[in-house]
């Protein structure tokens, strides 16, 4: 079975440049979350979805952050413009709404220099 | 405002011996807990959950333990493992999942 499958696994960028990552959740699942990962705030709740409307995007650092989910196998979470602050892993997770287990994927290592 | 917490950034436990894990949280309207277990350069993976109608849940060497009143839990190994060396976050659960900032366990030979 495939889990939730996530690309790329690394990206190098440049500030200033758009970053988009993306995000293919376990098929019928019908929530999908993002987390970010850094070393001082630990596994951060950026935003998620319930059958792929957004319910809570309170966790997006800024508005130059932004996340769709088009249809029910896929998601992106898009940084633009992207400085050095926003280098993390990324994770991208999904589960059964209301259900108590979510399954992650690999992540996304971002480096903005 | 941390809701989870997990106030030992590492801990280090002697192979075999019993490891214990801490988390406190803050939101009363937590209606579920869980552990996950994760390793450099892969996704966290959950281990073990416990809903807030109960007070213990165990699964082989793993036990986690639930105290509403002081809102804190606990997870338990033991006998620790060489392979037990990970990342371990609690998450709290209401209608969103809610993870804490991870303690590191190194188990030691």
């Known amino acids: 079975d495939a889990g939730v499958i996530q690309s790329p696994r690394h990206e190098v960028t440049e500030m200033g440049q758009e970053v988009t990552l993306r995000c293919k959740p376990i098929?019928?699942?019908?929530?999908l979350f993002w987390y970010r990962q850094t070393m001082m705030r630990g596994l951060e709740l950026l935003i998620y979805?319930?059958?792929?409307?957004?319910i809570d995007d309170s966790g997006m650092p800024e508005d130059r952050f932004s996340a769709k989910m088009p249809n029910a196998s896929f998601s992106t979470l898009k940084i633009q413009p992207s400085e050095p602050r926003d280098s993390a892993v990324y994770f991208c997770?999904?589960?059964?709404w209301g259900g108590g287990e979510l399954f992650f994927g690999e992540g996304s290592r971002l480096t903005v220099l | 405002d941390q809701q989870v917490k997990q106030n030992s950034p590492s801990l280090s436990v002697q192979e075999g011996r019993i490891s214990i894990l801490n988390c406190d949280y803050t939101?009363?309207?937590?209606?579920?807990f869980l552990w996950y277990k994760k390793y450099p350069a892969e996704g966290p993976t959950f281990l073990i959950s416990i809903s807030s109608i109960k007070d213990k849940n165990e699964d082989g060497r793993f036990t986690v333990f639930l105290n509403k009143s002081a809102k804190h839990l606990s997870l338990h190994i033991v006998p620790s493992q060489p392979g037990d060396s990970a990342v371990y976050f609690c998450?709290?659960?209401?209608?969103?999942?809610?993870f804490g900032k991870g303690t590191r366990l190194h188990i030691l030979p």
């Open positions: 098929s019928g699942h019908n929530s």
């Open positions: 998450a709290a659960k209401d209608d969103k999942i809610i």
């Open positions: 997770a999904s589960g059964f």
């Open positions: 979805f319930n059958n792929n409307v957004p």
């Open positions: 939101n009363s309207m937590f209606d579920y």
